[in-house]
């Protein structure tokens, strides 16, 4: 009983790691592709090729997710980031009126 646990948990490993692969590999072709294309990147669809257009379908949608990402994430990151200078802007000044 002892092997089939062992073969299980290498098989699932093996799984495992080929599932972390496929993701690494999906985010260098987004990666690649969002700073190749950018925003100009259109969908591809030939119906007499179904795995290459669901793979530029997929990194279409990885690419438009990472645009949409990026276009909320800047004012968000910009915001804190006042806030933050002003939160130690104001901890700077109120540790001045401390120490006198």
């Known amino acids: 009983m002892a092997k089939v646990e062992d073969l299980h948990s290498i098989?699932?490993?093996?799984?495992?790691?080929?599932?972390?692969?496929?993701?690494?590999?999906?985010?260098?072709l987004v990666w690649?592709?969002?700073?190749?294309?950018?925003?100009?990147?259109?969908?591809?669809?030939?119906?007499?090729?179904?795995?290459?257009?669901?793979?530029?379908?997929?990194?279409?949608?990885?690419?438009f997710a990472l645009t949409v990402l990026v276009r909320v994430g800047t004012p968000i990151f910009q915001m804190l980031s006042e806030a933050s200078a002003d939160v130690g802007d104001w901890f700077l000044t109120h540790r001045r009126?401390?120490?006198?």
């Open 97 to 100: 009126h401390e120490t006198r």
């Open 32 to 63: 690649t592709s969002y700073l190749s294309d950018g925003r100009k990147l259109h969908p591809r669809v030939d119906w007499r090729d179904p795995a290459h257009s669901a793979e530029h379908l997929a990194v279409w949608l990885g690419v």
């Open 11 to 28: 098989l699932s490993g093996v799984l495992w790691l080929a599932v972390l692969a496929g993701g690494v590999l999906y985010a260098g």
